[in-house]
């Protein structure tokens, strides 16, 4: 069973890492490396996008039978949706994340970049994440939207500005760096969101060109973010949550190598 150290961050493994692979394929990797815990991504062949309670509880009995805890649910919920496409039940994905255990759901705001969006999309999602939040709070979750490029949570200011504008415990930032260096440092990001970040995802990158913002998966030793000042920073604010290692590198020819080599990166800081 992997050890918990109280004074040290717990590490998660995001079961996207391997969306090639059944949900036990990351769990077992999982287990064997040492993580803490999982964030399971919240499509197929992991989870069904709709609530299956028999599916649901298995998932989770697979998850706690190695010894790991459901750090967050990864799902796809979107507040300020252009796209019904891609609309999701709230009720769904609220009873997915209780049927596993998991604390925290990550969700997204909207799917149009900040830059490009009008008033009218910034207050449906922030009446839309509000209305989330408040349910969410009902059944002891915590919704922590992702900072992430195309959604209105690009940079840290527009994350500030949505957190502060739905202004409730339950609904939190999930962090992670941006590949787009050149806009804000990965510190200044995390300085923005904080207290309210409530999940963290770890990823690094290297440019492809110089001054290009095209980039390569890396190691999280290997590339622009420097993880050591983003833990400290987290460790002074009183963070008590995961950290989530997200992909392998690009070109990683063993994935599950790189996976291990980034677990014990972090456990080294």
Known sequence: MPEVNPQAFNIALCTIAFRERLLEYSLDLAAEVGFQGVEVWGREPHISEEYDKNRVAAAGR????RGLKVAVFGSYLKFGATNDDERLELKDVLRIAAGLGAPIVRVWASDVGSDEADDALWRRTIDEAGEAASRAAKMGLTLAVEMHSKTLCDTGATTRRLLDAVNCPAFGANYQASSRHRDETALERLELALPRVVHMHAQNFVPLNAGSDR?????????????????????????????????????AADKREAIARDYHYLRSL
């Open 62 to 65: 697979m998850v706690s039978e």
């Open 215 to 251: 980039v390569e998966r890396v190691g999280l030793a290997d590339g622009i973010v420097e993880y050591g000042p983003l833990l400290g920073l987290l460790r002074k604010s009183g963070y008590e949550g995961f950290i989530s290692v997200e992909f392998a590198p690009s070109a």
